[in-house]
């Protein structure tokens, strides 16, 4: 599983009947210690509601089809997580909802 964080949405009218109304979110993969962005960006489908600002986990490759949404359908990542906390070095580096000082 990777970090990544939800930046924004992707839009396709057309599309393979097997994906159709599976929501398209676009991911920017951050640093696990410093939550800054990578600068390396996918388009993941959603499992789970995420939603813009969130940290998430996402499978790629063969992973990404074997959520009950995605099984059987097209897909090379998918978002199987929203995350609660980060913790490093027995430090919380990011606590959803909150404002954490490092």
């Not at 939550?35 to 998430?56: F, P, R």
């Amino acid at each position: 599983m990777i970090l990544a964080r939800v930046v924004g949405t992707v839009v396709s009218t057309r599309k393979e009947e097997k994906i159709k109304g599976i929501k398209f979110l676009l991911l920017e993969k951050i640093d696990p210690v410093t939550l800054q962005g990578k600068g390396d960006y996918l388009v993941a489908m959603d499992c789970v509601g995420a939603g813009k600002g969130e940290i998430v986990f996402y499978v790629s490759g063969s992973s990404a089809r074997m959520t009950a949404i995605t099984e059987g359908k097209p897909s090379d990542a998918a978002i199987v997580a929203i995350v609660d906390a980060i913790e490093v070095d027995g430090k919380v580096v990011y606590q959803k909802d909150a404002v954490v000082t490092t």
